[in-house]
């Protein structure tokens, strides 16, 4: 098919759109004409039919396609049919395409439409197929594949390979995939889903940005509620933390007071000044004590600390004035003397 200097069918060129917009007015005069109730609009046709040839001369011919079937639609011809569906040819456009194949086998072909249909369907008939989606109950449905809205209960030409079929029940819809075979006819029937089942419309960035936002309730005498912090004595690791503190700060205690009572005696033996095995004893054990005891006030002082800050942190990340007391430091307690 040759189409640098011709649009299609005739030896008319391209390059004379009103010469071809003249063949179409010619062609007009013979076509079917509906009844009564459905005259052509073949001033509208004409205007779709020029625009197609406008759209074809700037390489465009997808939307070519579209407005020769749209001339096609509005007045009925041969001629404007097979521009249609050379166009779509040319812009690898299946799905429309193969649509107006069906519309040229629904009344009678010239052997120039004949054509065209053969070809579309050599192109096309082993890359797509149809989905017809019936629809149950009595709410009126409207069903779209890929996006794209279709008509019920009637066959839909997609491209083969897996399809999404959404219907929507007024605000409900039912969203199925859908897996089409070339030159398959696929029917699939929806109804309403339960109530269970109900899938809200999603809401648009804009709608969602110009909600208003929720008013903060306020109390009787006119004061704004605001939402008290959570207490800082409600971790359950604060009490962890504080038991462990008082349980490690009461040994120290007692080991300090075990480490005096060993100091009086070896003051009391005069160890200080005597040499002895049993002074030397003394001395290392009241060392050892004194260790222990200074081991279990660093420990005291830690968790101590480890305490605080679980019961403060909140408070400082909230508040400017909680850092201070951040930085308050445990207990600490050292027990000093000579052995």
């Known amino acids: 098919m040759k189409r640098e200097s011709c649009v299609h069918w005739a030896t008319v060129c391209i390059a004379q759109p009103s010469t071809l917009v003249g063949v179409f007015v010619a062609v007009l005069g013979w076509a079917g004409v509906a009844d009564a109730q459905h005259e052509p609009r073949t001033d509208e046709a004409l205007a779709a039919y020029d625009q197609g040839v406008q759209a074809h001369q700037w390489g ?28 779509a040819i040319q812009a690898q456009e299946p799905v429309l395409a193969m649509t107006l194949v069906d519309r040229a086998m629904s009344r009678p072909q010239s052997a120039s439409l004949a054509a065209a249909v053969k070809e579309a369907r050599s192109a096309f008939g ?17 069903p779209a594949i890929d996006g794209r809205p279709i008509e019920p209960d009637r066959p839909n030409w997609v491209e083969a390979g897996m399809r ?67 207490s800082a004595f409600s971790s359950p690791w604060f009490w962890v933390g504080a038991g462990l503190t008082l349980a490690c700060g009461a040994a120290t205690v007692w080991s300090a007071s075990d480490v005096k009572s060993q100091h009086d005696g070896f003051v009391a033996s005069g160890c200080e000044r005597s040499g002895t095995a049993a002074c030397r004893t003394a001395a290392a054990e009241g ?3 004194q260790m222990r005891t200074n081991l279990l006030a660093a420990a005291t002082g830690l968790l101590g600390i480890a305490t605080l800050t679980v019961a403060l942190v909140p408070s400082v990340a909230s508040s400017a004035d909680g850092r201070a007391a951040g930085r308050s ?3 600490w307690m050292t027990v000093r003397g000579a052995f």
């Open 60 to 87: 465009a011919y997808a939307e070519a396609a579209k407005l020769f079937a749209k001339a096609d639609e509005l007045a009925p011809n041969d001629t404007a049919l097979q521009a249609a569906i050379e166009e």
């Open 126 to 142: 082993g890359r797509t197929g149809r989905i017809e989606v019936r629809c149950t109950g009595t709410i009126r449905c409207s």
């Open 164 to 230: 999404t079929v959404v219907v929507r029940f007024g605000e409900m819809q039912v969203q199925q995939s859908v897996e089409v075979a070339p030159g398959a006819n696929e029917k699939i029937t929806v109804g309403p889903p339960s109530a269970a089942l109900l899938r809200p419309p999603v809401a648009t960035a804009a709608a969602a940005s110009s909600a208003p936002e929720p008013a903060v309730p306020a109390s009787p005498l006119g004061v704004t509620q605001h939402e008290e912090p959570a």
């Open 287 to 289: 060392k050892d004590a």
């Open 329 to 331: 430091g445990g207990p």
